[in-house]
C-alpha cells in the first residue's frame, strides 16, 4: 500500500509543475519590487532544483547563489554546488562559516565541541547562512529564495529563522519524493537528485538519523495524513508502522511554532469612565 501510494503521489505533471513554479518565482519578483534573488547552494536536491527553477524563470544574471559551506562540508557538495552553478551560469560566492561561528563561541564562552551546545551550535550555523543571505539581499536588492520542501515544512525538520527565514519557497508545495524527479527531469545529474538528505549542521548530521523514517516512507504517509485527512488509524491500517506515524504527527504539533506567526499580546485596554 505504501509503494502504491508513493507512486500515485509521483505521477504528476513535471513540466506543469516547473511551469507554474517558475511563474510563482517571476510573479513574486515582480510584486517584491526587488532586481533578483538570491539563495544558498548546499550541493543537496532541493537547493539545486530550487537553483535551476530560477534560471528558467528569470535572466541567470538576476540569481546570485551562496555557498556556504563549514569545515565538516562534504567536499562532494561542494563540488556538486559549484558544478551546478556553472552549469546554470549564475554567479556565486564562497564565504565558510567556520570563522563566523568561532567568533560566537569565543563570545558566547561555550565550546563548539561541547556536547550540550550540539544543537544549539547546529541552529546557529542555518542562522548565520540566513543572516549572509539577508546581508545580500539588503546589499543589491534582492529576494531571498528558500529552498525547502512539503515534507521538510510538515515534519518541522528546519531551523526557526535559520532555513526557514526566507521571503518565498518554490517548492514548498512539493514533497521531497516529488522534489527528486523533478530534479531528474530538468535534467540535474542523477546522483543530484538522488543524493541522501544531508543537512550537515554538526559533523555526521544525515537526516535519517533525525526522522522516524526515510522520505520514501514519510513522503506517502504525509500525504495520507495532510492531503488525504486520513486519522491515525486509517493510516496504519493502510499498513504504515503505529511508531512512525504517531512520531510524525508529534513532530508536527511540536513545530506548529514554526508555521505560525509569534503570537502576538493582547491590545491595550481602554480606560472605563
Request: proline share 6%; glycine share 8%; aromatic share 6%.
Amino acid at each position: 500500500m505504501q509503494t502504491s501510494v508513493l507512486q500515485e503521489m509521483l505521477d504528476i505533471d513535471y513540466d506543469a509543475t516547473a511551469s507554474a513554479i517558475q511563474e510563482f518565482i517571476a510573479e513574486r519578483l515582480r510584486l517584491s519590487g526587488a532586481s533578483g534573488l538570491v539563495l544558498g547552494l548546499s550541493g543537496g536536491v532541493d537547493s539545486s532544483v530550487v537553483a535551476a527553477l530560477c534560471v528558467r524563470a528569470l535572466p541567470r544574471e538576476k540569481i546570485l547563489g551562496l555557498i556556504m559551506p563549514t569545515s565538516f562540508t562534504p567536499a562532494q557538495d561542494v563540488a556538486d554546488a559549484r558544478a551546478l552553478a556553472e552549469k546554470l551560469g549564475i554567479s556565486t560566492r564562497y564565504i565558510s562559516i567556520d570563522p563566523i561561528v568561532q567568533r560566537y563561541a569565543e563570545q558566547l564562552g561555550v565550546g563548539i565541541d561541547e556536547t550540550a551546545a550540539r544543537m544549539a551550535y547546529a541552529n546557529l550555523r542555518a542562522r548565520i547562512r540566513m543572516t549572509i543571505l539577508y546581508f545580500h539581499a539588503n546589499l543589491h536588492n534582492l529576494l531571498v529564495v528558500g529552498t525547502g520542501d512539503r515534507s521538510e515544512i510538515l515534519l518541522g525538520y528546519y531551523t526557526k529563522y535559520g532555513d526557514g527565514g526566507v521571503d518565498i519557497l518554490p517548492i514548498g508545495g512539493l514533497y521531497k519524493s516529488q522534489v527528486r524527479r523533478l530534479g531528474l527531469a530538468l535534467g540535474l545529474p542523477e546522483h543530484l537528485a538522488n543524493k541522501p538528505s544531508s543537512p550537515q549542521l554538526y559533523p555526521g548530521h544525515r537526516a535519517v538519523d533525525e526522522l522516524p523514517a526515510d522520505y520514501s516512507i514519510l513522503d506517502p504517509l504525509l500525504h495520507l495524513l495532510f492531503d488525504k485527512k486520513l486519522s491515525p488509524q486509517q493510516a496504519v491500517e493502510k499498513g504504515f508502522e503505529k511508531r512512525v506515524v504517531e512520531a510524525v504527527l508529534a513532530r508536527y504539533a511540536a513545530s506548529v511554532h514554526k508555521r505560525e506567526m509569534p503570537p502576538t499580546g493582547p491590545r491595550p485596554v481602554p480606560v472605563t469612565r
